[in-house]
């Protein structure tokens, strides 16, 4: 089997891994380098499950090989806290209870980050079309697009010069 | 049991919305799910499955396979033990262990595409998917069946040469699909409609739909040399998965750990074995854990959907709108093994109604598709939508308003339900007219669109839980429960908890146990966890709180009965005695000297779980040229007993109204001339994604308590999926101007049905 | 998936070389959102993976000579963010952003689109629409060909195979015209299109259509230039009368199949709808 030897940086920190031809970014990031946060719903880029951030662009890491993402900057969820202190989008989703099973809540945060870096006070319609890539088979949306209008706030608040 | 404690007075953490106390481990990562367990020396399980939706096993020849370097084992049925018998509880229903097993591995014959013949454990998983490709099975094609009608004609493919009708005497001479036959009702119906001013009548069908939790099943199984085991796995029930994996590998339950996984949804799909005896069947070949994990495509094809379903209804009515008789045939997909959800089907379909006189026929038929699994109130929302359908079309012939309709023939307290249950504290009515009162009924349809309403029922169980209540030497709180939490339930328990000792949420914990650390436990299923576990949960910290107190007597020197229990502090009332308070933290601190550590464990079969009642609206829009529908507005209510989390019941009415919602306008199987799936994936399934829903505004009734839940909790996780399908349906019809009977209401459906 | 060697060369040249050496074992990916999933489906075994994404030619969006150059392999997201590009063909960035979710937006290209050769590939109508021409490099050189010319049947082109789609060319946008994509699908968003039209018309100061090219997708066994329905709004004010027309000739050339997705007959009914819907946002945007 060939397999390359990958340099990247993954939450902000050099990684260095094996990579297989033809394998995922989601396989190597959950078996070679064990961060299990990011989820497979489905291998095939239509349930979001496995949502990152490559080089500021949200992507499926089941629809990228590893081989590529030499020399790119991979956001995944295990980097969405800063030191132990939760994203307010975290906050959010945890006060209104915007998870149930909570399988699905590692790519919808990534997405919604990925939302709210370009775009920090979407409309209801803009979160909704945004999210149309994580399928959430419990909440209804409903709690979610709530916790992400409501984070979206809380960082304009908080970036607002004072 | 506790009848106390009840009334909501003074409630401080019950109602209230704390974060969950397994939150911040789920929002970062970091919760460890079926897949992402990781073990020494561990191997990577596949399945070899059918390509034929139906055909003998010829021959089944892994030499090649067990040849390649790196592969370490292959298993077929013969694996499994042979002289399993009995029937197990799995999920909301009973199966034989038998057929569970086959549907684990086939024996002799391949029921439907996907269904497992092989595995195989490798060291990596390209080794393993290069084996599959060289195990070599000889079939020989049979001619296969896929819809409930066509399977139960008399010259259809017959799945199982042994299946002979139950329910029908005298036996039948031939075996057939027909598993059986179900026969429900009271009074003279002849006579109802005889004497019916208005006799309403339809057809339905609805598709077989998938439970579609994200996470596919997964399980890592790993057996030791003296037999004991261990499978970490993510499903409704550690308890149920131990006794499967027993049965099916002739085990000793003790000799089986079961650990629960976190778990990414099941709707009542995860409350079966697929995976977990295939993997330690594995690893007891080769002494090395074996992990299986399914691909999307084989969770559609050979795990879950619920039955699709033909149903016929008849109702009798006076002019006035008094449903007096009714009549209706269910005919439920089982799938390649019998125990289709059609008796619960036959129960609930009049379960909101107080209907005099019922005649109610069940067919469960088997067919080559792969065996159903429980989903959310199993059997109940394909007869809800016939009926709640039929009951629109009354409403529309007597032009009468459709919640005015149905108060008018609801189920109250004191009523007897058609299976022999005496109705209590229901409060369907009182639903219904917050339905009616609410801003959304009370506004005008908007132009273009048209609205719907439906109601639905569910029993709700309670049953065998257990949970501990462990005080820690800070005086904090640990609670360990039983089951699996798939929505929440550590936030309830925890506070239950919290509540009954008088202590701040965010010094309760709570921990799932493996099936060695806590007592037995039933599925989390049956909207039974609140309620069942919970009872549980509040008896242990109950017991903590007398022992607590029995120590503060001790420590006083005075009589317990002189010592209260407040805020969680035992405080003494002998106006003798000049002492302060002993709160948690300092008894416990003193515990060692005070008859050492304080803890409780409660194990129970809680009975008196309360039944739920939904009422749903739902406004829609359809462009006209092109059939496709827009939920533009939907309420969902719901008889709730008391909400002890209330933010996670909207969130289960949010979400069972989705699924609904999904299953009525886009989610089916669709089946192709040779029997094969065409849609095995969520690209092609569709189910609801977040640009397709608009806020779904919830109620939540609290007019009723639950006497026999210490707080007045009644199961509220599956009454919330009954509802939508008609009321998305009746919302359609009214649009198109015609009845729409058979779901799902696919664009071109509804184009054809306007005639365009 | 079992050993795939990935190669990710930096020039065309070495591109077209290492296609060349590898034959039918290699496949090319720009965005990966079909390969990928065709490779975890077991429908495609390559022994070779060429990502094209390194290559400068054929990520970004040039503007020359008052047209675009659009290569291959750029991203959804990077047209959708480019303001010029879609101001002047909105109907061709609008059909690629439409192609899946954020997600796939972030890696699908309109090279892939096209070359995966799905009949119900959204982009390839707004592009055969808009008139955009393929530019096609191989080991015999670099030649080019109108978009319409480029899928000959599901899954298959009219590029030899060791032939490299490196760039679309887009015309200047002509004074008072506009082009627009429609799509049904059941759902909002996820779905593969069940039907597509896209619609492109250049109107003169009296507001006369001059010109007009119609596509409809996932009808036939390759999107398809229907000549009849542009022919049709030429010389009119893209008024009910030539609506109708336009219908009439939509669906005289569609000829779909029935399958999970749809019916045929529903197909073909949908696609008159879109096409005259497009036609009508067209016009709104030449009028603009």
């Known amino acids: 089997m060939s397999r390359t030897v990958v340099n990247a940086m993954v939450n902000g920190e050099p990684v260095e891994f094996l990579a297989g031809g033809g394998q995922s970014l989601l396989d190597a990031l959950r078996d070679e380098l064990r961060l299990t946060g990011s989820k497979e719903g489905c291998g095939t880029g239509d349930c979001g499950a ?102 979206a706030a809380d960082l304009r608040q908080s970036e607002r010069p004072r | 049991m506790s009848d106390g404690n009840q009334g909501g007075i003074n409630l401080k953490v019950v109602g209230s919305r704390p974060v969950r106390p397994d939150g911040v481990d789920k929002v970062t990562g970091r919760a460890q799910f079926g897949a992402d367990f990781h073990l020494p020396g561990m191997l990577t399980g596949r399945i070899k499955r059918s390509p034929h939706a139906h055909a003998r096993i010829l021959k089944i020849d892994a030499s090649a396979a067990l040849a390649l370097p790196g592969v370490k084992a292959v298993v077929t049925s013969s694996d499994f033990a042979s002289d399993a018998t009995g029937e197990i509880e799995a999920g909301e229903g009973h199966a034989a262990i038998q057929e569970i097993a086959a549907n684990c591995l086939a024996k002799g014959r391949v029921l439907y595409q996907g269904h497992a013949v092989a595995a195989v454990a490798a ?162 070949k080769c002494g090395r854990p074996v992990k299986i994990v399914m691909s999307r495509e084989e969770v559609f094809l050979a795990s879950g959907p619920t039955s699709g379903a033909v149903i016929d209804v008849r109702l009798a009515v006076r002019k006035d709108g008094r449903i007096t008789g009714a009549e209706l045939t269910l005919k439920y997909q089982a799938g390649a093994f019998q125990g289709s959800p059609v008796n619960l089907g036959l129960m609930t379909a009049f379960a909101c109604y107080d209907v005099e006189a019922l005649a109610l026929t069940g067919y469960d038929v088997v067919s080559n598709r792969p065996k159903v699994a429980a989903y959310r109130a199993p059997g109940a929302p394909m007869a809800a939508f016939a009926v709640e359908s039929a009951i629109d079309d009354l409403a529309t012939r007597l032009g009468m308003d459709p919640i005015d309709l149905r108060i008018l023939n609801a189920v109250r307290d004191g009523a007897k339900t058609v299976y022999g249950a005496t109705v209590k504290h229901a409060a369907l009515v009182e639903t219904l007219e917050a339905i009616k009162a609410s801003p959304h009924y009370q506004a005008p349809v908007a132009k273009g669109c048209a609205r719907g309403v439906a109601a639905g029922f569910w029993f709700n169980v309670g049953g065998e839980s257990s949970a501990a209540v462990h005080v820690d030497e800070d005086g904090g709180v640990t609670v360990v429960s039983s089951n699996p939490d798939i929505g929440g339930s550590r936030a309830s328990m925890a506070m239950m908890a919290a509540e009954t000792l008088g202590l701040p949420i965010e010094r309760v914990r709570c921990t799932v146990a493996d099936t060695t650390s806590i007592g037995y436990s039933g599925v989390t299923g049956g909207s039974r966890v609140t309620f069942a576990t919970g009872m549980a949960v509040v008896e242990a910290a109950q017991k903590v709180v007398a022992d607590l107190k ?19 502090a035992a405080t003494c009332t002998d106006p003798s005695k000049d002492v302060k308070p002993l709160s948690i933290k300092a008894l416990a601190g003193k515990s060692a000297k005070t008859g050492g550590p304080i803890a409780a464990e409660v194990s129970l079969n809680a009975q008196g779980a309360a039944a739920g009642y939904g009422v749903h609206v739902c406004d829609l829009q359809i462009d006209a040229e092109t059939g496709r ?52 994936g969520f690209l092609d399934y569709r189910m609801p994604v977040a640009s397709d829903l608009p806020m779904i505004d919830t109620i939540l009734v609290e007019a009723k308590p639950n006497p026999r839940h210490p707080y007045g909790a009644k199961g509220v996780g599956e009454v919330p999926i009954v509802p939508p399908l008609a009321a998305v349906g009746n919302a359609v019809s009214r649009i198109v101007g015609r009845r729409m009977s058979s779901l799902p209401l696919s664009p071109a459906k509804v184009l054809a049905a306007m005639g365009k | 998936m079992s050993a795939v060697d990935y190669l990710a060369p930096s020039s065309v040249a070495d591109a077209v070389r290492a296609l060349h050496a590898a034959g039918p074992a290699a496949r090319l990916m720009a965005g990966g959102t079909d390969l990928l999933v065709q490779m975890r489906g077991g429908r495609a075994k390559p022994k070779v993976v060429i990502d094209l994404k390194r290559i400068p030619a054929l990520t970004g969006v040039r503007q020359e000579a008052g047209g ?22 909105p109907g061709v960035v609008e059909a690629a952003n439409l192609i899946g979710s954020t997600q796939v937006q972030g890696r699908a290209s309109l090279g892939g689109n096209l070359c995966n050769a799905s009949p119900a590939a959204d982009s390839v109508p707004a592009l055969i629409a808009a008139g955009a021409v393929c530019v096609i490099e191989g080991p015999a050189g670099v030649r080019e060909l109108a978009v319409e010319h480029v899928q000959t049947g599901p899954g298959k082109t009219s590029l030899s195979a060791d032939e490299i789609l490196v ?83 939509v669906a005289a050339a569609c000829r779909p199949i029935s399958d999970k997705r749809g019916t045929a007959e529903y197909r073909t009914k949908v696609a008159s709808v879109l096409a005259r819907r497009a036609a009508v946002i067209a016009k709104e945007r030449a009028s603009a």
């Open chain 1, 50 to 151: 496995c949502s990152v951030i490559v080089d500021g662009r949200l992507v499926c890491a089941c629809l990228m090989l590893a081989p590529e993402a030499e020399g790119k900057r991979i956001e995944t969820i295990e980097g969405l806290a800063d030191n132990g202190h939760l994203h307010p989008l975290q906050h959010q989703f945890l006060e209104q209870a915007a998870l149930q099973c909570g399988f699905c809540t590692p790519g919808l945060l990534m997405a919604a980050k990925a939302l709210l870096d370009r775009n920090p006070d979407p409309t209801e319609s803009e979160v909704r079309y945004w999210l149309a890539g994580n399928i959430c088979r419990c909440t209804g949306y409903d709690k979610v697009v709530r916790a992400v209008m409501d984070a």
């Open chain 2, 123 to 284: 060291t990596q998983p390209e080794i393993a998917d290069e084996a599959l490709e060289l195990i070599e099975v000889t079939y020989e094609v049979l001619p296969h069946v896929i819809d409930v009608e066509a399977a139960m004609a008399a010259d259809a493919p017959v799945l199982h040469e042994d299946m002979f009708t139950k329910g029908v005497t005298p036996k039948p001479a031939h075996a057939s699909n027909v598993a059986a036959k179900h026969v429900m009702g009271r009074g003279d119906v002849a006579a109802a409609f005889n004497a019916a001013d208005l006799i309403v009548e339809g057809r339905y069908e609805t598709a077989a739909v998938h439970q579609g939790y994200i996470e596919p099943h997964a399980c890592v199984a790993s057996w030791g040399a003296d037999g004991q085991s261990t499978i970490w796995c993510s499903s409704q029930g550690q308890f149920v998965i131990r006794a499967m994996v027993a049965k099916i590998l002739n085990m000793p339950l003790s000799d089986i750990k079961v650990i629960p996984a976190e778990i990414g949804g099941g709707f009542g799909g995860k409350t079966t074995v697929y995976l977990e005896p295939v993997a330690l069947a594995l690893s007891r």
């Open chain 2, 550 to 568: 029995r120590r503060a007597a001790a420590t006083w020197e005075c009589d317990v009965a002189m010592v209260e229990w407040k805020d969680g």
């Open chain 2, 629 to 680: 529908s827009m939920v533009t507005r939907y309420t969902a209510a719901q008889d709730v007993g008391r909400a002890i989390h209330p933010a996670y019941v909207e969130g289960q009415l949010q979400g069972g109204a989705a699924q609904g919602i999904g299953w009525a306008l886009n989610e089916e199987y669709v089946y192709g001339k040779s029997g094969l799936l065409e849609n095995a």
């Open chain 3, 68 to 89: 675009f150059v659009i290569g291959a392999a750029t991203s959804g997201a990077m047209l959708g963010e480019h303001a010029a590009l879609k101001a002047a063909w």
């Open chain 3, 167 to 249: 760039a679309f060319r887009l015309p200047v946008r002509p004074a008072r015209s506009g082009d627009a994509y429609l799509r049904l699908i059941p759902r909002t968003e996820m779905d593969i299109a069940v039907v597509g039209a896209g619609v492109s018309v250049a109107l003169d100061s009296a507001g006369i259509c001059t010109a007009a090219r119609v596509s409809v997708g996932a009808v036939a066994p390759t999107c398809l230039l229907v000549e009849a329905a542009g022919a049709a709004l030429v010389g009119t004010k893209v008024d009910e009368a030539a609506l109708s027309k336009v219908e009439v000739a």
